[in-house]
């Protein structure tokens, strides 16, 4: 928990989510990136997990009403849009890919630091 009100400090305008909304809807908080966006985004900050083949990642899909994935580093916070990261699974006709793989690829990315 920690972690995720780090994390808020990044944020203004916050509304958390409910217990049926983050496990329905898998999000957490939503709010105004500082300094970043003007526009209220809804975020999935659940943690990194081990999932298929010992590999860590996270899992999301189209059901997801998050918007942005936020993955925590040692030193950052790296924020992904959801639909983007998608849409490039679509059309790369995979399930899974290292974030330093995707991330180059996509438009849409913040890290902030920490």
Not at 26 to 49: A, E, H, M, Q, R
Not at 59 to 87: C, G, P, Q, S, Y
């Amino acid at each position: 928990m920690n972690n995720i009100i780090s994390f808020t400090k990044n944020l203004e305008d916050i509304t958390w989510a409910t217990k049926e909304q983050v496990l329905k809807e898998k999000w957490n908080v939503s709010g105004i990136l500082k300094k970043y966006t003007n526009k209220k985004y809804k975020f999935d900050l659940s943690p990194i997990k081990i999932i298929n083949n010992d590999i860590a990642g996270k899992k999301f899909n189209k059901k997801n009403k998050a918007e942005k994935l936020v993955l925590e580093t040692n030193i950052e916070w790296i924020i992904l849009d959801i639909e983007e990261m998608l849409d490039y699974y679509d059309s790369k006709k995979i399930k899974t890919a290292p974030l330093n793989v995707i991330e180059k690829d996509l438009t849409w990315s913040i890290k902030i630091p920490k």
